[in-house]
């Protein structure tokens, strides 16, 4: 009867690891998306100006006034909605590292409390 083994203990400093791994995790899988996502609204905003620019020195070589104005409009429109766009984005991103920032910091506000108590129980044994 006395043969039954008691399950070792777990380290508390597992425990905090395996709490917040999880959330630290799936908040770097977030952030990679959010940054990716901004890459390519750099690759796309580089490409479509690049093409509205050759389009408006080609308007401007032949003398095309309405077509330099039409294209010089679309030029800002496209400044101005990739800017919203990365703003948002960049914004997102900030608030997601924030998330990820305040994790660390209770993770090792926890870990701190663990090695105190190990410290005390150990000075006391």
Request: aromatic share 4%.
């Amino acid at each position: 009867m006395g043969d039954e083994e008691e399950p070792p203990p777990v380290d508390p400093l597992v425990v905090v690891e395996e709490k917040y791994a999880p959330l630290i995790a799936e908040k770097t899988v977030e952030r990679e998306a959010i940054a990716k996502t901004l890459e390519a609204l750099v690759e796309t905003f580089s490409a479509e100006l690049a093409q509205l620019s050759d389009e408006f020195q080609k308007a401007k070589s032949s003398g095309q006034t309405e077509q330099q104005v039409m294209l010089g409009e679309s030029i800002s429109k496209l400044q101005c909605s990739t800017t919203v766009k990365r703003d948002f984005r960049k914004q997102q991103l900030a608030d997601v590292d924030l998330i990820l920032e305040r994790f660390m910091m209770a993770k090792e506000r926890e870990i701190d409390k663990i090695k105190k108590e190990q410290e005390a129980a150990a000075a006391e044994e």
